[in-house]
């Protein structure tokens, strides 16, 4: 059609947004949104094959569905796109939950990764933590009201690496030269700092409860104040001239779906919140043969007096000192006891403890004897099965005075709390189903050397035929004594002598399980 001169041309209509356009757009997000879920799922790698095949059929099948309820005519409808309104609000409704699911499904594997990347990832190059103490009456409250002040640190051949880097440090901060006054034991350096001739002394952390050992200093905690921390890692050690030190030497197995191994479970309560440099006041192996489904746990006494790694002469030292020179050397120490071969670790602090068995809902276990706590007061415990929240298992695993058999007793109900753990793992759904927010929440309180892939592929086992676990528990036994250690030269501390007997039954017991025997309650009596 022709205009007159000066007239405006006619103008197209718009086009219409239509149902099917925009049911096409559902589909469009919800097929992103599948595929999003999809692919994190597939890359947590944890689920088994039927397990992905059975959610790619069930996505497949709800792609097609919202396909056929969108653009299906109904015959009775007058509607322009062949679908009654009811339809339609219907399908908005379930398009928006299949989105909403698939989204947070992804984000859950998603989480899942990245909080298993930090734990697994946590092994830092982390060696010492380096603390500046002064008395609590004192007024200092950062180190930069130390300048003048009169230092004391450790004066050993195993200390002087670090307390070098540290003296360095302070000296920067104060921007004046520290010379501190040596001293051969942490002992001889906290008593100068309670007499008064030194104002402010340069420990490492991890002595911090080796002192409290000390009935003289057992008050160490409240009388001083943490005010100033040196985090001792690699690169600082190279700057200040210092070869870096080796990792661990603890050997991964090829599969750890077939293959026996061995973990070695460090638990601390220590000050200090660097795992790898805590003393450590849980030491259990788990030996585990993912094949025959068995797993036992063999616990050492913390004040076990056994040869310090460390020591080149071959000094004897309470197994728990050993961690403050790196669980290494917990492992190596172990190693020697057991003639084993320790393949991995797992560390976790008692924050870390209460807060696993918080997010598993709490935990069941077999309690030999009824008894009140009198380490942690306020905790009493019936004879019989009982369920432990974390705070409640925290202090169960903890007393020992309660009990005539002491530290002995005490392991025992360690490793009744760790088989309740194990048990909730592997029969309940409270761990798969809050698997992210418990990693999450372990994050910094736990850390250990095994691979993310090897968790996972342990996890994908264990989904794939849930098999029932074969789980036994031993302690080995000492009598008590009095011996200076390596870690406390110059000072009787108690120890614990290793009862042979019992050593070599720990021994044979861990042999048969990873020969592929399996234990029965005669073996570990």
């Given at each position: 059609?022709?205009?007159?001169?000066?007239?405006?041309?006619?103008?197209?209509?718009?086009?219409?947004?239509?149902?099917?356009?925009?049911?096409?757009?559902?589909?469009?997000?919800?097929?992103?949104?599948?595929?999003?879920?999809?692919?994190?799922?597939?890359?947590?790698?944890?689920?088994?094959?039927?397990?992905?095949?059975?959610?790619?059929?069930?996505?497949?099948?709800?792609?097609?569905?919202?396909?056929?309820?969108?653009?299906?005519?109904?015959?009775?409808?007058?509607?322009?796109?062949?679908?009654?309104?009811?339809?339609?609000?219907?399908?908005?409704?379930?398009?928006?939950?299949?989105?909403?699911?698939?989204?947070?499904?992804?984000?859950?594997?998603?989480?899942?990764?990245?909080?298993?990347?930090?734990?697994?990832?946590?092994?830092?190059?982390?060696?010492?933590?380096?603390?500046?103490?002064?008395?609590?009456?004192?007024?200092?409250?950062?180190?930069?009201?130390?300048?003048?002040?009169?230092?004391?640190?450790?004066?050993?051949?195993?200390?002087?690496?670090?307390?070098?880097?540290?003296?360095?440090?302070?000296?920067?901060?104060?921007?004046?030269?520290?010379?501190?006054?040596?001293?051969?034991?942490?002992?001889?350096?906290?008593?100068?700092?309670?007499?008064?001739?030194?104002?402010?002394?340069?420990?490492?952390?991890?002595?911090?409860?080796?002192?409290?050992?000390?009935?003289?200093?057992?008050?160490?905690?409240?009388?001083?104040?943490?005010?100033?921390?040196?985090?001792?890692?690699?690169?600082?050690?190279?700057?200040?001239?210092?070869?870096?030190?080796?990792?661990?030497?603890?050997?991964?197995?090829?599969?750890?779906?077939?293959?026996?191994?061995?973990?070695?479970?460090?638990?601390?309560?220590?000050?200090?919140?660097?795992?790898?440099?805590?003393?450590?006041?849980?030491?259990?192996?788990?030996?585990?043969?993912?094949?025959?489904?068995?797993?036992?746990?063999?616990?050492?006494?913390?004040?076990?007096?056994?040869?310090?790694?460390?020591?080149?002469?071959?000094?004897?030292?309470?197994?728990?000192?050993?961690?403050?020179?790196?669980?290494?050397?917990?492992?190596?120490?172990?190693e020697n006891l057991y003639d084993c071969k320790i393949n991995y670790y797992g560390q976790l602090n008692f924050t870390?403890?209460?807060?696993?068995?918080?997010?598993?809902?709490?935990?069941?276990?077999?309690?030999?004897?009824?008894?009140?706590?009198?380490?942690?007061?306020?905790?009493?415990?019936?004879?019989?099965?009982?369920?432990?929240?974390?705070?409640?298992?925290?202090?169960?695993?903890?007393?020992?005075?309660?009990?005539?058999?002491?530290?002995?007793?005490?392991?025992?109900?360690?490793?009744?709390?760790?088989?309740?753990?194990?048990?909730?793992?592997?029969?309940?759904?409270?761990f798969l189903t809050n698997y992210a927010s418990i990693m999450d929440d372990m994050s910094g309180m736990f850390v250990?050397?095994?691979?993310?892939?090897?968790?996972?592929?342990?996890?994908?086992?264990?989904?794939?035929?849930?098999?029932?676990?074969?789980?036994?528990?031993?302690?080995?036994?000492?009598?008590?004594?009095?011996?200076?250690?390596?870690?406390?030269?110059?000072?009787?501390?108690?120890?614990?002598?290793?009862?042979?007997?019992?050593?070599?039954?720990?021994?044979?017991?861990?042999?048969?399980?990873?020969?592929?025997?399996?234990?029965?309650?005669?073996?570990?009596a």
């Open positions: 059609m022709k205009t007159k001169k000066g007239d405006m041309p006619a103008q197209k209509p718009k086009k219409k947004f239509t149902w099917k356009t925009f049911g096409l757009c559902l589909l469009i997000a919800q097929g992103l949104c599948e595929i999003f879920a999809l692919v994190e799922i597939v890359l947590l790698d944890m689920l088994p094959f039927k397990y992905l095949a059975g959610i790619n059929v069930f996505l497949a099948a709800l792609i097609t569905v919202m396909s056929i309820m969108i653009f299906k005519k109904s015959k009775k409808s007058k509607a322009k796109d062949g679908i009654g309104i009811g339809r339609k609000i219907l399908s908005v409704i379930l398009v928006l939950a299949i989105c909403t699911g698939s989204l947070y499904a992804g984000m859950f594997a998603m989480k899942t990764r990245k909080t298993l990347s930090n734990i697994t990832n946590s092994q830092t190059d982390v060696r010492a933590v380096i603390g500046v103490y002064v008395r609590e009456e004192d007024p200092a409250q950062t180190i930069n009201d130390c300048i003048g002040y009169s230092f004391g640190a450790m004066n050993t051949e195993t200390d002087f690496e670090y307390t070098t880097c540290a003296v360095n440090d302070i000296s920067g901060v104060l921007k004046t030269p520290v010379v501190p006054t040596g001293f051969d034991t942490p002992d001889d350096l906290v008593g100068a700092l309670y007499s008064g001739t030194l104002q402010a002394i340069i420990m490492n952390e991890s002595y911090a409860t080796i002192v409290e050992d000390n009935e003289a200093y057992i008050d160490f905690e409240s009388r001083t104040r943490l005010i100033y921390e040196i985090v001792i890692t690699d690169d600082v050690l190279i700057a200040n001239g210092f070869a870096p030190e080796g990792d661990n030497d603890a050997a991964a197995v090829d599969d750890i779906t077939a293959e026996p191994f061995i973990l070695y479970i460090s638990g601390s309560d220590t000050r200090s919140k660097i795992l790898n440099v805590s003393r450590s006041d849980v030491n259990i192996l788990m030996v585990v043969n993912p094949q025959t489904k068995q797993i036992l746990l063999i616990n050492t006494p913390r004040d076990y007096f056994i040869p310090n790694p460390e020591s080149s002469s071959g000094a004897k030292d309470k197994l728990t000192h050993l961690g403050i020179y790196g669980v290494d050397c917990s492992i190596k120490g172990l870390g403890f209460e807060t696993l068995i918080n997010d598993l809902g709490g935990v069941t276990i077999d309690n030999p004897v009824a008894f009140s706590s009198k380490n942690v007061p306020g905790y009493s415990y019936s004879q019989g099965e009982i369920t432990l929240m974390g705070d409640e298992a925290l202090a169960y695993a903890r007393e020992r005075y309660a009990f005539a058999s002491g530290d002995n007793m005490r392991g025992q109900n360690q490793m009744r709390i760790i088989t309740g753990v194990i048990n909730k793992l592997t029969h309940s759904s409270s250990t050397s095994m691979d993310s892939d090897e968790i996972e592929e342990l996890v994908k086992m264990q989904l794939g035929d849930m098999a029932e676990w074969n789980t036994k528990s031993y302690a080995v036994t000492g009598t008590g004594g009095s011996e200076i250690t390596y870690s406390m030269k110059g000072t009787k501390l108690y120890v614990m002598y290793p009862d042979e007997e019992s050593v070599a039954k720990a021994q044979q017991l861990i042999d048969k399980v990873i020969e592929g025997g399996i234990l029965t309650d005669e073996d570990v």
